[in-house]
């Protein structure tokens, strides 16, 4: 689907427009082949420069070819069906268009068009960076919640479940998922921070810094709640294997308990002259026995505590 925005200096809300003009954004959600090929014929790039879009699982990088600047970066997204929870994004830039293109509904581009734009679409570095920054910040909130998710499951160790252990590996792969995105994209950002790729204003550089911290400190917080993830893991797994100890060690103590009295009375239940065989008691008396000496070894167990 194909969408065209414009936005001068002048204007204050962002426009819909029904064809191409200098200094507008082109915007392509659930990306098909025939949108790559219009892409591929307003900027002139061959259809092999730019297929790499469509692919879910492209890693960050910036190009440059002919007067295009392509950036391949990734933004945060829901678990689908392929558990991939980063989306590729693209974006082209030259001297007329500012392109977007997303192989599905990207919920960034959707909040810019759906809000108050405040940058004009002209300002084409202008608007790449404040598109970055909103995907730092996208990065930032997901990092967040996964972390107090963590954080939240430490307060209930003793009480553990099996879908506890499975939100913690779902957490740390989305963990790591985004630190492979995050790894290359501050690389991209610090490329584009030395102007060599966008032409920059010289209030561009210290937003564009601050990014580059905001990104290493979301990976060093994805780092660290890795890191904490797999201890508690460890946790879980030291108190599985305790749990587990204990019901085995109860279950043996039973075992042993009630195999004694069974053997009595086994013993008493041959069809041969026994003790007590012309005894009318013979029966309290037996359950008796059976219960002293189950009473013996349970108080054995229980001295040492093994139940």
């Known amino acids: 689907m194909v969408e065209i925005f414009y936005k001068g200096i002048k204007e204050d809300v962002l426009e819909k427009i029904d064809s191409l003009r200098d200094g507008c954004w082109v ?4 990306a098909k082949i025939k949108d790559i090929e219009f892409i591929a014929e307003i900027t002139n790039l061959d259809i092999p420069d730019i297929e790499d879009t469509l692919d879910l699982y492209e890693l960050p990088r910036i190009e440059r070819e002919n007067e295009n600047v392509i950036l391949f970066i990734r933004d945060t997204q829901e678990q689908d069906k392929e558990d991939i929870y980063t989306t590729p994004l693209t974006v082209i830039i030259n001297k007329k268009y500012l392109i977007t293109i997303s192989p599905g509904r990207n919920k960034t581009i959707r909040s810019i068009i759906d809000g108050k734009m405040t940058f004009p679409t002209t300002q084409r570095s202008k ?3 404040h598109f970055l920054l909103l995907i730092s910040k996208n990065f930032t909130k997901e990092i967040k919640r996964v972390k107090n998710n963590v954080l939240n499951q430490k307060k209930g160790l003793k009480k553990i479940k099996g879908l506890d252990i499975t939100n913690l590996i779902e957490g740390e792969e989305i963990l790591n998922q985004y630190i492979s995105a995050l790894t290359p994209m501050k690389t991209v950002i610090e490329a584009i ?9 010289s209030n561009d550089d210290d937003l564009l810094e601050d990014m580059i911290i905001a990104i290493r400190q979301s990976v060093d917080n994805c780092t660290v709640s890795v890191k904490s993830i797999k ?3 460890d946790s879980y797994q030291a108190i599985f294997t305790n749990d587990l100890n204990k019901t085995i060690r109860l279950l043996t103590s039973l075992t ?3 195999t004694v009295p069974t053997i009595v009375s086994s013993v008493f239940g041959m069809n041969v002259p026994l003790p007590l065989a012309n005894n009318s008691l013979a029966f309290p008396i037996v359950v008796l026995l059976i219960f002293f000496v189950a009473c013996i070894f349970y108080f054995i167990f229980k001295s040492r505590d093994w139940i």
């Open 231 to 233: 201890n508690l893991r």
């Open 256 to 258: 042993v308990i009630l």
């Open 127 to 129: 608007f790449l960076i």
């Open 27 to 30: 915007n392509i959600e659930n």
């Open 193 to 201: 921070s030395k102007g060599g790729y966008v032409h920059l204003y």
